[in-house]
């Protein structure tokens, strides 16, 4: 075994980013082992992510991928896009992290690929879905920055327009059911497989969607469903629990 293949099991609660703290915490309840993340940077979140078999894809990798590869970790540097049209496997992922271009009609694909890619006991995790001010719910990065310091704000945030998913969640996908993890670090939203009661769509309409600002968002929080990490990850893993103990 080399040095490597010891990363995944050797973090420390204080290593671990928010994010890599939700998925543990849910890898545990469910028993993940097989893991994506989109989008992994300097690899924060990746390299203190606990399970058996990661893969990480992005463009960009921000740090030395070959001292961290190994059989049960893949680093592919290539979009999300070429990943799921030439890299992705057959094999679904028990947990996924969505949190590479945080532009609404990538995090569409992100997700949709994602679902092909996930099975009933699999849970997704979405980055960023709940931006801090206006100027953050730009598509735009270069938009969000300038304008913002043309109104005297100092913030380099950007979250983009990712929180349309949620509203494509609710209207077109009721097959999933969600929650939008608040009070605990970045704001994520988690999303499982489940019948659930029927929802009422609130836009009926992808191209209003796609349309949305940050103040439609502030008009219809309520779509966010927003919980506690707690309150989520158990409501997630019940789900899964359920599932896994009516299949054995
Ligand atoms: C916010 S960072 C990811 C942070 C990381 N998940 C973490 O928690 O430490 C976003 C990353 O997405 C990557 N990215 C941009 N476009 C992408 C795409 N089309 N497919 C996959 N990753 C992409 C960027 O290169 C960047 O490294």
Redesign the pocket.
């Known amino acids: 075994m080399s040095d490597n293949d010891h990363e995944a099991a050797t973090t420390t609660p204080e290593q671990q ?1 928010h ?2 703290r939700r998925v543990n915490a849910l890898a545990q309840r469910i028993g993940a082992r097989h893991y994506l ?10 390299r203190t992510v606990e399970m058996a078999e990661r893969v990480g ?6 740090f030395d991928t070959d001292a961290v590869a190994n059989a049960a970790t893949r680093l592919h540097a ?6 799921f049209a030439e890299a992705a496997g057959t094999a679904p992922f028990d947990i996924v ?1 969505i ?4 532009v609404f009609e ?1 995090v569409v694909r ?1 997700l949709t690929n994602t679902l092909a890619w996930t099975g009933w006991r699999s849970a997704i995790l979405i ?2 879905t709940i931006p801090n001010d206006v100027f953050s719910a730009l598509p735009s990065q270069r938009d969000a920055l300038r304008l913002r310091k043309e109104s005297g704000g100092k913030s380099n945030a950007w979250h983009g327009d990712v929180f349309k998913i949620a509203f494509l969640i609710h209207d077109f996908f009721p097959f999933l059911d969600y929650r939008t993890i608040v009070g605990s670090g970045n704001p994520q939203t988690l999303a499982w497989r489940a019948a659930s009661p029927m929802r009422k769509p609130v836009f009926d309409s992808l191209e209003r969607i796609s349309r949305l600002t940050w103040f439609d968002l502030k008009a219809h929080d309520a779509v966010l469903r927003r919980a506690s990490e707690q309150e989520a990850i158990d409501l997630c893993a019940q789900a899964i629990e359920a599932r896994q103990g009516a299949a054995s």
């Open positions: 980013t994010s890599s993340e989109i989008g992994v940077s300097t690899g924060r979140t990746f894809v992005d463009p960009r990798f921000l290539m979009t999300s896009d070429r990943f992290f949190d590479g271009l945080h990538q992100d980055d960023d």
